[in-house]
């Protein structure tokens, strides 16, 4: 079975401008969640979407946004790009039974100019 | 909210023992996970806890206490390998599906 897959690996932007971000869940997981990662902040949760529908939000303001398809792929967009947004942003999947444990993608390097 | 601690870094010696703690404090309650992380690389799942006791997969154990709000993780015979970020993370009982709480992770390095 093949893992989680995003694009793209890296991504190099200038403040002001928005970017996109996209996640290929593992096969039959319906639930993808957001992660940023940061060396000062760690990791922490974005949004997760199920069944193309928001169902958990992180504290993050309203320029991180986020959607879901019929196939359960899903895009994030990071709009009015600040210096602070550069990170690791992580997507992970899970099949929302038994314990539920999440699979994590290689990750979007995202650095802001 | 949440709060999850754990230390920043710990060193030991190959063919050792390490235990990693994790405490934490949160308003609901569904789930312990641990994560490893190396350099450059996704975290990957390495063990759960939802009830209090001790969950053993070959070299690496994690425990839970409810009443605490402590976990550990115990890394056995330790390998040059099992340097890495080790993340202890908590699940929201009050969120339907998936809200992990991540504490700021825990590096380990193995020595010769």
């Known amino acids: 079975k093949a893992g989680v897959t995003q694009t793209p690996r890296y991504l190099i932007k200038t403040r002001g401008q928005q970017v996109t971000l996209s996640c290929s869940p593992i096969?039959?997981?319906?639930?993808v969640s957001w992660y940023q990662q940061t060396p000062g902040q760690g990791l922490q949760f974005l949004f997760e979407?199920?069944?193309?529908?928001?169902?958990n939000k992180g504290n993050f303001p309203g320029r991180f946004s986020g959607r879901q398809f019929s196939n359960s792929r899903s895009e994030m967009n990071v709009s009015t790009l600040e210096l602070g947004d550069s990170a690791l942003y992580l997507c992970?999947?899970?099949?929302?039974?038994?314990?539920?444990?999440?699979?994590f993608g290689p990750g979007t390097r995202l650095t802001v100019l | 909210g949440q709060n999850i601690d754990q230390p920043t870094e710990m060193t030991a010696t190959e063919g050792a023992i390490v235990q990693i703690n994790c405490t934490y404090q949160?308003?609901?309650?569904?789930?312990l996970f641990w994560y490893q992380q190396h350099a450059g690389e996704a975290p990957t799942f390495l063990s759960y806890?939802?009830?209090?006791g001790l969950e053993e997969k070959g070299r690496f154990s994690s425990f839970l206490s409810r009443s605490k709000g402590y976990s550990y993780l115990l890394l056995k015979e330790l390998q040059m390998k099992d340097s890495a970020s080790y993340l202890c993370?908590?699940?929201?009982?009050?969120?339907?599906?998936?809200?992990?709480?991540f504490g700021g992770g825990t590096r380990v390095l193995v020595k010769p």
């Open positions: 806890n939802v009830l209090d």
């Open positions: 949160t308003s609901g309650f569904n789930g």
């Open positions: 096969s039959g997981h319906r639930s």
């Open positions: 993370a908590v699940r929201d009982r009050k969120a339907a599906g998936n809200k992990l709480t």
């Open positions: 979407y199920f069944s193309e529908t928001q169902r």
């Open positions: 992970a999947s899970s099949s929302d039974r038994g314990r539920n444990e999440q699979f």
